[in-house]
């Protein structure tokens, strides 16, 4: 590739905009990002969200070492205004399946000896030991864990926002309201785009950071990735009760779900249920893809929300349940992300897999897809496309609980009257 190299970018999401940022600010000039989305940041993207976990502990000491270089990055002028360093409570209840136990254990391992966490993790055997932390908490929690004092939380929509303006500011052109419905070849050569609107976008490069739509343009990806939906949901705070909360560490019991410090400028305190994620078949294609109809959760986990906070913040267990959704991701066999040509094919990348855990990547991950647009091949066999790879088949090591597919949900709670305003 040269500097005017053409490149088409589809998605404007985490994994799309790093990408379009670290090309246009290498000085690549012809970038053009085709988002769904009528409205930025996109209304489908997986990182359009009040708030996202940074952390660099994972069961994988490689993946410990790219989040610990992302949260080195999240300290640079253009992120640092959304990072906000509140710690990290990591926990497991009482009741938790030994599956959940082993994945906080090598989370734990990967970080306990690293010279960047030292003096930074404690461990947590008692209430009294969560009171430290956050003594706000007034829930019973016989949780078992840890805390880290060098994690916290990004603000996660406001940061893609600055990340868009950049973008914007470096030249990319994105074009919202713009649905990729296939793509155009000419032989083997993948030449572009075309829009549900029929317009045809051509270029050199053809990049699909489409998230957990991907299988809809790329069916050939097969199950590599699957989309997976976790739901979350929120509750809006007085003024009083969100100065009460102020400052406390990102809470994670590992069966039960997780919870951040209320949103400082809206009082907004999002919930996360654990669970093992829903898919959603296509019995035509045999593909799970996102429905339309994205702005509801299954009772089990509003029922799993509020066990969490009677354990945590019991005042708000009953409190009513707002912005009820659920959002897609694309988790691969080994959670591992895919970054890589697509065999056969000349020109056109994916850069997927992100497997509910990438939004923290969001300052560096497009440096990593770069990398493999100007060598023309993914030199890391981790994130090579896995032909016979099944994401759907895989136990995940991370997840806690059973996958269910969307159909065998009978049970769902929607918002009363469901409310569109942005976050
Ligand atoms: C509930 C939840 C909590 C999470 N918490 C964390 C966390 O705490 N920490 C963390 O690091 N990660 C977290 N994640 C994961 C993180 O959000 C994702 O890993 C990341 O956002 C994935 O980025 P992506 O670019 O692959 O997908 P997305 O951000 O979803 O981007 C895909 C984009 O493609 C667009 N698109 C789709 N189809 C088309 C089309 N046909 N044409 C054009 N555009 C299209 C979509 O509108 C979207 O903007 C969480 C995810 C969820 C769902």
């Known amino acids: 590739m040269d500097k005017q190299t053409s490149i088409l970018l589809l998605g404007a999401g985490t994994f799309g905009l790093s990408t379009a940022y670290h090309l246009a600010k290498a000085g690549y000039t012809n970038i053009t990002i085709l988002e769904k989305s009528s409205t930025f940041p996109p209304e489908l993207s997986a990182g359009n969200d009040l708030n996202k976990i940074l952390r660099a502990e994972y069961e994988d000491p490689f993946y410990a070492e790219l989040a610990l270089e992302a949260m080195a990055a999240w300290k640079s002028p253009l992120f640092a205004p959304y990072y906000h360093e509140t710690g990290y409570l990591l926990c497991n209840s009482a009741a938790a399946p030994e599956k959940s136990k082993k994945s906080l254990q090598k989370a734990l391992d990967s970080i306990s000896q690293h010279p960047a966490f030292k003096n930074k993790i404690t461990p ?25 004092s060098f994690a916290g939380y990004a603000s996660a929509a406001d940061s893609l926002m600055a990340v868009y303006s950049a973008c914007i500011a470096l030249g990319v052109k994105i074009h919202l309201n713009s649905t990729a419905q296939a793509l155009t070849y000419s032989g083997d050569i993948c030449t572009g785009a075309i829009t549900a609107a029929g317009k045809h976008y051509s270029a050199s490069m053809i990049v699909l950071a489409l998230g957990a739509s991907l299988g809809s343009i790329l069916p050939q990806i097969k199950r590599q990735v699957v989309a997976k939906a976790s739901p979350l949901a929120h509750i809006q705070l007085t003024p009083e009760e969100a100065a009460r909360l102020r400052g406390i560490p990102v809470t994670y019991a590992r069966d039960l779900g997780f919870f951040f410090e209320p949103d400082r400028r809206t009082n907004l305190l999002k919930i996360c249920p654990s669970m093992a994620g829903y898919t ?49 991701c694309a988790d691969t066999a080994d959670s591992e992300y895919v970054i890589d040509f697509v065999p056969g094919k000349k020109g056109l990348v994916v850069v997927t897999g992100d497997s509910a855990h990438a939004f923290k990547m969001l300052p560096i991950v497009g440096k990593w897809v770069k990398n493999v647009l100007e060598t023309g091949r993914q030199e890391n066999a981790r994130w090579r496309w896995k032909e016979g790879s099944d994401a759907a088949a895989a136990d995940i090591s991370w997840r806690v609980g059973q996958t269910m597919d969307f159909k065998e949900v009978k049970d769902i709670r929607r918002d009363p009257k469901i409310t569109k305003a942005k976050l």
């Open 280 to 328: 959603n078949y296509d019995t035509s294609s045999g593909l799970s893809l996102p429905p339309d109809d994205n702005e509801f959760i299954p009772a089990v986990d509003e029922a799993m929300i509020r066990r969490l906070l009677r354990e945590t913040l019991p005042g708000l267990a009953d409190k009513p349940l707002i912005r009820r959704r659920v959002c897609w």
């Open 124 to 148: 947590v055997i008692s209430r009294d030991d969560i009171h430290k932390v956050a003594p706000a908490f007034s829930g019973p929690m016989q949780w078992k864990g840890y805390f880290n």
